[in-house]
């Protein structure tokens, strides 16, 4: 059903033309803010700078709100000053802030002596939160109807709000104090009688955020009530601002980004793309080199068995095969587990369920891992003392392995540390110690 | 503002009285699906029917759609007849077809049989639909107009259809023959003067999914566009249903539960919790195994250095040392790149530019892991040749690993394979057999 005509690369053409202007608005005339910004992203900032010029303040705004922050700015200082001034008026509190924490300051002091009274209210108020507070992600146009108005009448008002507001589908009813009593859908005050009195039909016990909360405690509230926004308040219940379900979901993907990150040990989230080497050796060498520290006691267990290794040799050949199968039995086991904290799947009380269930999966998996490598050890050193060693050493170690990944999450969840810090490197590095134990004491017996 | 005074145990006290029914009623007035659930979640399935059962079809249908759909099954079983067939009736079309797949063949057949044809027409229709693509998880309760009503009259007829549509804030303008024609948002039709007709005040480039897109690809379209629904139509344009934001939220949760077990080797999405040790066995099996023959190579390489490991006994100490911090720094470059794949902020054609950023990354980290090796050789064995070796090999491997755990989920990506699976432990493999050639190479040029 929908189609545009034109491609990427074209639009540097247009760009060129003398009537580039009317060429850019029929262009993007009908077009969604989303495919605006597929068809310019890629574009330098000066050139994307031009056709928001061209769309103008309503349009243009929408498009800018589509890039990334970094993007943002970039576009925004190539933009002219009346420009400036009146996308900012456009965007959404939210977007307001973002930006004017990225821009260069003399160009947002500049910027917000001259833009109305309100917004420059709202920015100066929620600047000051935290990033990963309700108070940094909540836009303030929302829309709010008294408490002794009838439904007719609020419908009125709401449609006379709905030019600027984010969403008008949630209604809040708020008194002279701005403080929230309660609630209405948009579809509770079409199917409600035009001469009830919005207190009678309003929802009074109404779920909100604060706004000093966390902002993926907020987005999980939104999600797991499948609401389209959450109210966020104060202390004494003031009104201050919505948070809507568009911006959880960009919360839900930065959570799983750290997630995955860590459980990497990656690090932390940051901007990889516009990082150089020294900065992104910086966000890992901390793990790293606590892993080799770790790695140390590795060593100090081998030359225990100096005498052993050095009457067998070939002992050590399989040393990386065990280690390698302990930390990845760890690995997964630790995974399953972490991501089933994470999206609830696993509790708390589950941990003896759960240590009991990964003890007998390792016995299998470990069972079949160990023939495996018994049986590479009889073709490669025809030693069948060897085999054993090897094959029994892989059992325990998988054991060992399964079911420490899977409880040293419940651990770091109980002390109230992210389960994703347990990475697969970390849950490596102490098996390693422990497959390396069981593996040399078992050739000790078995040899001697 | 909310508080509910009971918590969960009460509950079991409250359903053995003998007034239950309008206790459990009162208990649960006000309260919100979501806080329900949270209220009955950990009761048996019999209990929480029971509750059910006070509550009602109406009420009683939005708390157990709250549920996940194995339990969903478990609880609907242990219902009246009746109040199946009440309950059944009221689910979105979605949830009917999940729970229509899941409980007793005999009990859906004679379910079916008995509820108004409309329904039953939308369940056979899409049950068919695989269980990754829209058809299966669109719903049918979608309001729509016709073209040539006024805005006034359409106001009115969403009304009338508010009470039983999933989400009257997108409406859609449908011919006779069902055709999508264009599409209007409830507040289109709220500020539009009431006698313009609909045609006019329309959106006629509406974006669609198919009915057999893949549900990712449509949870991606809703988020990029920030929309509240999608409408699913089939190559004739003809109107199934709609998709909504908070079936996209699942998705993107699936989607990431699924990245991140790859990347643990912990195979694909199952039910951990209902599974027995045998089948999460099942599940894992494949990789490690795969992982074992892997390691056999590690083995070889050694094999071939035999005589210089029998020299130099010590030079087997820093083996798990070197293979784990070559694994490690591996598993945090492939985590980095795989999740810039999925989030979209690296891409295919970034391989040169990340190939370098890695490579300068593994010369700065590798560096101070050398010389950490390096003082912890001198200390451990008093030998300079033997500490120089240590140092080098770690340089160079980790380097190596850094380049390859950046490069290798491009190959996959380019492949058209899902990049998560160049999972940490299948990195470290590859890297542990590269670290130890190094290693033993450079202990025969050092020491020779």
Chains 1, 2 share one sequence.
Not at 70 to 90: A, H, M, S, V, W
Not at 229 to 235: G, Q
Not at 252 to 281: C, M, N, Q, W
Not at 294 to 303: E, I, N
Request: with cysteine; proline share 4%; net charge negative.
């Amino acid at each position: 059903m929908k189609k545009y005509s034109i491609i990427s690369p074209e639009i540097k053409e247009v760009l060129k033309l003398p009537d580039k202007t009317e060429k850019l608005r029929e262009l993007f005339k009908d077009m969604l803010p989303r495919d605006s910004y597929v068809l310019a992203e890629g574009l330098e900032p000066e050139e994307i700078a031009e056709i928001i010029i061209a769309l103008g303040q309503e349009k243009g705004s929408k498009l800018l709100e589509e890039f990334p922050v970094n993007e943002q700015r970039d576009i925004f200082t190539d933009l002219p000053y009346l420009l400036q001034k009146g996308i900012l008026e456009k965007l959404p509190t939210d977007e307001q802030i973002d930006l004017v924490k990225n821009i260069p300051k003399k160009l947002a002091s500049k910027l917000l002596s001259v833009i109305p009274s309100a917004d420059r209210k709202d920015i100066k108020k929620f600047i000051g939160y935290a990033e990963d507070t309700a108070g940094a992600v909540l836009t303030t146009e929302y829309a709010s109807v008294p408490a002794d108005v009838t439904a007719e009448k609020a419908l009125l008002l709401v449609r006379d709000q709905a030019f600027n507001r984010e969403t008008i589908y949630y209604v809040y009813v708020l008194n002279n104090d701005k403080k929230l009593l309660g609630f209405l859908s948009l579809k509770d005050i079409l199917v409600s009688p035009p001469d009830k009195i919005v207190s009678e039909i309003m929802h009074t016990e109404v779920i909100t955020s604060n706004v000093n909360d966390d902002r993926e405690h907020v987005a999980r509230k939104i999600a797991n009530y499948d609401f389209l926004a959450i109210p966020v308040v104060d202390n004494e219940n003031h009104m201050l601002g919505i948070v809507t379900v568009d911006d959880v979901i960009d919360v839900i993907k930065e959570e799983h980004t750290e997630d995955f990150l860590r459980h990497g040990a990656a690090g932390d989230l940051f901007d990889y793309a516009g990082s150089s080497p020294a900065h992104v050796a910086k966000h890992r060498i901390l793990w790293l080199l606590i892993l080799v520290v770790m790695g140390f006691v590795s060593g100090t267990v081998m030359q225990k068995y100096e005498a052993q290794l050095q009457a067998v040799v070939a002992l050590a050949f399989f040393i990386p095969l065990l280690c390698d199968s302990g930390g990845n039995a760890g690995t997964q086991s630790s995974t399953i587990v972490i991501r089933g904290l994470a999206t609830g799947e696993v509790k708390i009380k589950d941990v003896f369920k759960i240590f009991q269930k990964e003890f007998f999966t390792g016995v299998i998996v470990g069972g079949a891992m160990g023939i495996l490598g018994a049986v590479r050890a009889i073709f490669m050193n025809k030693d069948p003392l060897l085999a054993l060693t090897v094959g029994i050493a892989m059992i325990a170690t998988v054991i060992v392995a399964t079911t420490l990944g899977a409880i040293l999450p419940f651990i770091f969840k109980k002390m109230k540390l992210d389960p994703a810090l347990m990475s697969g490197p970390f849950i490596t590095s102490i098996v390693d110690i422990v497959s390396l134990f069981v593996y040399l004491q078992c050739a000790v017996w078995i040899f001697n």
